[in-house]
């Protein structure tokens, strides 16, 4: 189930190069990203909302420094202990 929201831009966004389109796609992947990293939703979810594959997404999220495992110490033990 998705709704729909609209989003007042300034002008300058659409003034460096890109199109409406480009902007409308960016907007939605930084959105999507930011309530990810908050931990709002689920990698799916913001994949979802942005048009992209997880796997897609994910890359993309680590490329601008989103952590996509967030583990305690803890985990980060159990996980590596058998390395």
Same mark, same amino acid.
């Given at each position: 189930?998705? !709704?729909?929201? /609209?989003?007042? %831009? &300034?002008?300058c966004l659409s003034l460096q190069g890109k199109d ?8 939605? #992947?930084l959105l999507a990203l930011k309530y990810f990293e908050?931990?709002?939703? !689920?990698?799916?979810? /913001? ?9 897609? #997404?994910?890359?993309? /999220?680590?490329?601008?420094?989103? &952590?996509?495992?967030? %583990?305690? $110490? $803890? $985990?980060?033990?159990?996980? #590596?202990?058998?390395?």
């Open positions: 189930m998705t !709704t729909h929201l /609209a989003i007042d %831009l &300034p002008t409406r389109a480009e902007v409308e796609q960016r907007s939605k #992947f908050l931990g709002e939703i !689920t990698s799916g979810q /913001a994949a979802s909302m942005c048009g992209m594959s997880r796997a897609a #997404f994910l890359q993309e /999220a680590s490329r601008h420094g989103v &952590p996509v495992i967030d %583990l305690s $110490e $803890e $985990e980060m033990a159990q996980e #590596f202990a058998h390395v």
